[in-house]
């Protein structure tokens, strides 16, 4: 069975930095598109990054504009772990963080409903 846990999240001042992670297990993941979404309160879930296979060891990575410059995704593939590397972090980051995975890899990286499985999230607040 796919499980997904997330850690990492917690307060940080505004231009500080977090690095969230995301522990995969249930099978080998080093194949699949994985992402990270975030959902802030009273707002819709929105992509933030993915990183997708494309063959030996080359993978892309995708950004939404707003944190283009300011985050890093990586994986891990000997320790199935998905990282999200967060720095000079401003007030408007502030969210619940979700990783995922689709295992189907269907190309449509920033929309949610493609994804499978997803992790049950990790608060990040960032203070002004």
């Known amino acids: 069975q796919v499980q997904l846990v997330e850690s990492g999240g917690g307060l940080v001042q505004a231009g500080g930095s977090l690095r969230l992670s995301c522990a995969a297990s249930?099978?080998?993941?080093?194949?699949?598109?994985m992402g990270w979404f975030r959902q802030a309160p009273g707002k819709d879930r929105e992509f933030v990054a993915a990183?997708?296979?494309?063959?030996?060891?080359?993978?892309?990575?995708y950004y939404t504009d707003s944190v283009k410059g300011r985050f890093t995704i990586s994986r891990d593939n000997a320790k199935n772990t998905l990282y999200l590397q967060m720095n000079s972090l401003k007030p408007e980051d502030t969210a619940v963080y979700y990783c995922?995975?689709?295992?189907?890899?269907?190309?449509?990286?920033?929309?949610?409903?493609?994804?499978?499985?997803w992790g049950q999230g990790t608060q990040v607040t960032v203070s002004s």
């Open positions: 249930g099978r080998t993941f080093s194949s699949y598109t």
């Open positions: 990183t997708s296979w494309s063959g030996g060891n080359t993978y892309y990575a």
């Open positions: 995922a995975v689709d295992l189907e890899n269907s190309g449509s990286y920033y929309r949610g409903y493609e994804y499978d499985y």
